[in-house]
Structure formats: C-alpha cells, structure tokens
C-alpha cells in the first residue's frame, strides 16, 4: 500500500511520536457510570453555574 | 487529491483566512471494530454543513511485528459517503508523519487518522488578528478531566460539612 507521492520526501507536520492521550487511560478507571457523568458535566457547563471557583 | 500548497491557497483564500487546523487519531483494537458507517455519515454532516473541511485522511494498520501500513482513502472501494470528501483531500500528512502517528497504537490495532480545519473559527481568528491580538495558547479540555475537577470539588465540600 504505498503512500501518495505528495507525502514522500516532505518535512512533517506531527513533529513527534504521538503518545496514547490520557484520556483514554483515565476513561477506563473504575468510576461513575458514563451517564451519570454525563449528567455531572452538563452541570457544570450549564450557563449561569457560578460559586466553585477557587483561584 | 491535490497539491497541498494549491489546496490551502487558492480557492481565493489566503493564509490569514484558514482556521485552525486539528487533527485527530482514532485507533480501533483488532477484533473490536464495528464499522457500519456512522461516522462517515457524521463527518460528511459536518462538512456539508461548514463547520470543518477534511484536509487528509489516512487508514494506519500496526502489524503484530509492530511494523506499519498506511492506506490511502483512496484506495478504498466501498467509500459510501466518504467518496465526496476524497476527491477534495490533500496530503498534508508527510511519509514521517505516518511513524508518528502510529506510535501509540497496539500491534494488531487499525486507526482512522483525520485532519481538519475548523472552518467556524476561521472568521472569530481572522477579526482577532485584524485587533491585534496574538494566540497565546489553544488546548482542549478533556471531559474527564473536567468530571475529575467537579469529583474532587465535591470532594473538598464534603470535606467542610
């Protein structure tokens, strides 16, 4: 399967080896069921949610 | 597909026009792929309705010997949907990009690779150059994390009953 002759012979756009993200290792940490998660981060991103922030 | 440089270029849109462009690398463990054409279907829904034009699109197989395979879309004969968004692909990902990318997968593992420009941030990036702001940092916040901050909050409430 060769790749397009456009991408052989240019300089990359990546840069460096793409490690696994991090959210999928935290993805599968036991937890909260995925819907009751959800409903805990429509909270917190619903418009007018004020009083937990902490700076 | 086409030139790169005539791909981001031309179509009377200059450098300063573009949107921030992502890319994303979605990996399918072997024997847990269930491809049916949803997301296809969706990211056809997004282009056609403005919010992103796909730039590339590369099929990357890890070999269990841990050597890679990269496949054009193009190469694909049942494309269903895809088949308008290939004929508008350019290769921007480079042959070394290809190590890159498959780094993080698992031998046996097929992953999707997508590249996009948000075409909706585009006008929003263009007006904040035009006032002489600068991008001083960009990033995405993953739900989970956000799940750990509100998890970790309520755990400092509880904490001060």
């Known amino acids: 399967m060769?790749?397009?002759p456009g991408r052989v012979g240019r300089v990359g756009v990546i840069g460096h080896p793409v490690a696994k993200t991090a959210v999928v290792a935290k993805a599968v940490t036991p937890g909260p069921a995925p819907v009751a998660k959800t409903a805990v981060v429509a909270a917190a991103v619903t418009p007018g949610r004020a009083g937990r922030r902490r700076i | 597909m086409t030139d790169i440089t005539t791909e981001l270029l031309n179509q009377?849109?200059?450098?300063?026009?573009?949107g921030p462009v992502d890319y994303i690398v979605v990996e399918f463990p072997a024997g847990a792929s269930n491809f049916t054409g949803?997301?296809?279907?969706?990211?056809?829904a997004l282009v056609d309705a403005g919010t992103i034009r796909v730039i590339d699109i590369l099929i990357l197989t890890k070999n269990e010997d841990g050597t890679v395979e990269a496949m054009e879309l193009s190469?694909?004969?049942?494309?269903?949907?895809?088949?308008a968004i290939e004929a508008q692909l350019a290769e921007l990902l480079a042959e070394e990009d290809v190590a890159n990318l498959a780094a993080a997968m698992d031998?046996?593992?097929t992953a999707g690779v997508v590249i996009w420009e948000n075409l909706w941030a585009a006008p929003f990036g263009s007006a904040a150059r035009r006032s002489g702001g600068q991008l001083l940092a960009t990033g995405r916040i993953p739900i989970q994390a956000i799940i750990a901050s509100i998890e970790a909050d309520e755990a400092h409430s509880t904490e001060g009953d």
């Open chain 2, 38 to 44: 949803e997301m296809a279907e969706e990211l056809v």
């Open chain 2, 12 to 18: 009377d849109r200059d450098l300063d026009s573009l």
């Open chain 2, 107 to 109: 031998p046996g593992s």
């Open chain 2, 75 to 83: 190469e694909i004969e049942e494309l269903g949907p895809l088949r």
């Open chain 1, 2 to 4: 060769p790749l397009g």
